[in-house]
Structure formats: structure tokens, C-alpha cells
């Protein structure tokens, strides 16, 4: 290191604003001769906090070195303070800006319990700067054990730096997806959910730092390795006209939202039959029609009729497989989905089975992923190629797109409804 000085050892203050919008303007926190970081993730997400982040870990190069100035030092909080952060170099010792030098680039990631043996390898040099990400595949939590990861870039001149405070703003380098259902029509229809995933989806990718990048917060991601992800729903209850969650955290919604599902920035186009490698969304459900009455009228009853109070029941999917009632029979329905997820973006997809131009889906492909198994019911699979891709009832199945507390992302439809086949 480079012995001249101008200013005195770092301590980084940070805050993380979680009820303010993106261009919310930093308060400088520390006056005086230290170089200080005040910090901020720019968005309103709950996974990081200023209550659960307890450190992350800081890059800096400087011009004219060789090495990194500062090389992967944890920048800790102090303790009794809320705000404030303090990095030491191996020796104990401050890190001070060197004499002569105009400009410094700053990295840092964390939470500084971050996963960086298997989840998030850094690669952080003076020529390279990378993280090489590899998710879990999660079929059964919805991704209640992933990580939130956040990253900040920033290239900062010294005649910027008011009272050695250093700007370092945090964005989210994953996409956080959210899946809720509701049924608006629920007096006349009964729908079940058991399983939600979704589909050819990348769970590795690279990524890396641009200048150029600044749409996406300087991140760029390169995805590979298509995997699935999802959860399993025992218990969940039939759906009703308010949004339930299956897979992630919604604000206005009911079921559980333990689950933050956290997936790699990426673009896919949608499933269809012409294009098998497509996205989408896969559910394991059953579907009944309620009528008044306890008697059928018709001659033809359809399958099997159920009689509980005042109305009977028929199952409209799947296929009843006898004339008798069976109400533990379910099968897999599905919607493709055109993606485009950016990081730092929470995309929410609110699907609506049975409402007004909406029916249930379509059939998925007859060859599926490994998926959990659900106790207590009888999987209706779907043998019939021809009838891969057909809608399952008359029509198809919509989503609506709703504005949560990270950076909205658009998926993909301008009215904000998402229609089942």
C-alpha cells in the first residue's frame, strides 16, 4: 500500500431505508477526517434490514496499484450502534486513501454471512470482478432457506467525498418472484391447489460488473442450467376472490408467506408446444363445480356427484376416472410465461383460476419434472399427447401483475391480468 496519506483510517455507517423509494437522497452520517461509507439497499424489501445486516465485505482499487486497495475486509457493525460499520486491514489497522490518487472503485457484497462456498463464489480483482452463482433447487419450500444477496458498486473521485464520507448505494442482485392465486369466481366453483412450480428456470449464473450496465445497477447476469423450483401445499385452503401466496411474500394476500424466492436475473420465452424448453408455471389442483340443490336434473350426471348441504358437487378437473365420488383426485395444469427478470425487481404473479375469461390452464407436458410427492391424493396424469397444450376446462387461465416493495417487474402483460387457457 501506497504510504502517503491525506485522510484517516475507514468506518463505514450504514442505513437501510425501508420505507423510501429509490431516489432517496443519502444523509451524510459521519463529519470529520475519516473516510466513511454511508450505505443504503435502494429499495423498500424486507429480507435485508439494518437490524439483520451485521456486516458485508469490501473491494477497493485504487489507481496506479497493482492489487487491490482494499481486498475482501469485512466492514463490521460496532456494537450498540444500529448504523455504524468499521473495517480494519489483516493488522488491525485503518485503511486510508493514498496521496495522489484521484479516484478509487469501490465493490462490497453481503449480507457477511453470505453462502460464498457453494452459492456465491466472488472472484474480485483489479481486472475481474464476478460472482459465480449456483441456487438450490427448491421444489418443496418455495425457497424459505435462500439468501438475500445484495452488491453495491461505485466509482468514486475524492472531490466527491464530503467529510470521507463515501457514497455506496446496495441493490438486490437476484429476482425475487411471487406467486399468489385466487378464484374470483369461488361460489360456483371449488378450487384446490397442492403444488406450485416453476418451470425451466436457470438456477447458475455469472455474474459481473459494467460501467455500461446502468440499467440494471451495473449488474450484468449470464444464466445457464435450467432447473425448477416451487413448493408443495397440504394444507392450503380453496381459493376465494383475495389472493392467496403459493410461492414467495405479497403484501394484501393470505397463506404462508414464510418463503422469499430468490432466482438468477434472466430472459426466457414463454412454453408452448413449438417451443418445449419455454417457462412456465405448473400446478397440481382439482377444480369443482357448485350448484344448488341436492338433486341433479340432468340425465347425464357427468362422473361422480357429491351431496354436502344444500348443493351437490362435480369435479370439472381432472377427469373424474369412475362414476364414483372421489375427492382426492388431482392433476397438472400450467401457463407459460415470458420472462425478462432484472435484478433488484420482484415480480409478482397473481393467477386467476375461473374468473371472467379465465378457466384453469392447459395441460403441461407429458413429460414432467421430478416433483414432491403429496400425501393423501391420487395423481391424475395426462397421457394423451394430443392434449398437451389444450386448455383443461373452456378457458384460459389469466394473472394480473401488482406492485410490491421492490422495484416492480413487468411480466409481460399490459393489462395486468394473466388469463389460464
Known amino acids: ?10 468506518v463505514a455507517t450504514a442505513s437501510i431505508m425501508l420505507a423510501s423509494c429509490s431516489n432517496d437522497e443519502l444523509k451524510e452520517v459521519y463529519k470529520g477526517e475519516k473516510i466513511s461509507f ?59 486513501w493514498p496521496t495522489g490518487v484521484k479516484e478509487v472503485r469501490f465493490w462490497a457484497y453481503g449480507p457477511d454471512n453470505l453462502d460464498t462456498k457453494t452459492a456465491f463464489k466472488p472472484t474480485i480483482a483489479t481486472h475481474t470482478q464476478q460472482f459465480e452463482t449456483l441456487l438450490e433447487s427448491s421444489m418443496e419450500n418455495g425457497g424459505t432457506n435462500q439468501q438475500d444477496f445484495i452488491v453495491a458498486y461505485q466509482n468514486v473521485k475524492q472531490e466527491d467525498v464530503t467529510g470521507g464520507a463515501v457514497k455506496l448505494d446496495f441493490y438486490h442482485a437476484l429476482s425475487q418472484i411471487c406467486i399468489n392465486a385466487k ?13 406450485a412450480w416453476l418451470v425451466n428456470i436457470n438456477q447458475k449464473g455469472i455474474l459481473s460488473f459494467s460501467e455500461n450496465a446502468t ?24 381459493l376465494t376472490s383475495a389472493n392467496t401466496t403459493l ?88 401457463v407459460g410465461i415470458d420472462i425478462d427478470w432484472k435484478p433488484n425487481h420482484k415480480y409478482v404473479y397473481n393467477v386467476i383460476f375461473c374468473g371472467q375469461g379465465s378457466g384453469a390452464g392447459v395441460y403441461p407436458p407429458i413429460e414432467l419434472p421430478d416433483l414432491p ?20 376446462l373452456d378457458s384460459p387461465l389469466s394473472f394480473d401483475v401488482t406492485v410490491e416493495a421492490w422495484e416492480q ?13
Open 373 to 392: 410427492k403429496i400425501e393423501g391424493i391420487e395423481i391424475v396424469p395426462n397421457k394423451d399427447k394430443d392434449k398437451v397444450g389444450e386448455t383443461v
Open 215 to 238: 440499467d440494471t445497477y451495473h449488474m450484468q447476469w449470464t444464466p445457464s442450467l435450467p432447473s425448477n423450483f416451487g413448493v408443495k401445499l397440504e394444507n392450503l385452503p380453496s
Open 38 to 96: 454511508t450505505t443504503q439497499v435502494k429499495t423498500r424489501a424486507t429480507e435485508t434490514t439494518i437490524n439483520n445486516l451485521n456486516g458485508f465485505y469490501v473491494y477497493a482499487d485504487a489507481d496506479n496499484y497493482e492489487d487491490m486497495f482494499i481486498n475482501g475486509r469485512p466492514a463490521k457493525k460496532e456494537a450498540g450502534k444500529d448504523n455504524t460499520f468499521t473495517i480494519k486491514d489483516e493488522n488491525g489497522g485503518d485503511y486510508l
Open 183 to 195: 378464484c374470483p369466481d369461488h361460489n360456483n366453483r371449488k378450487v384446490n391447489i397442492k403444488g
Open 1 to 10: 500500500m501506497n504510504g502517503n496519506v491525506k485522510l484517516l483510517g475507514m
Open 247 to 334: 410461492i414467495g411474500q405479497a403484501e394484501g394476500t393470505t397463506g404462508d408467506k414464510s418463503s422469499s424466492l430468490m432466482l438468477i436475473p434472466q430472459k426466457q420465452d414463454k412454453w408452448t408446444t413449438d417451443k418445449p424448453k419455454g417457462a412456465y408455471i405448473l400446478f397440481l389442483c382439482r377444480i369443482e363445480a357448485i350448484h344448488k340443490g341436492t338433486v341433479h336434473s340432468d340425465k347425464d350426471s357427468n362422473g361422480a356427484i357429491h351431496v354436502e348441504g344444500d348443493y351437490h358437487y362435480h369435479q370439472l378437473f381432472p377427469t373424474p376416472q369412475s362414476d364414483k365420488w372421489n375427492r382426492n383426485e388431482y392433476g397438472y395444469t400450467c
Open 409 to 421: 417487474g413487468n411480466t409481460g402483460n399490459n393489462d395486468g391480468n394473466t388469463n389460464m387457457d
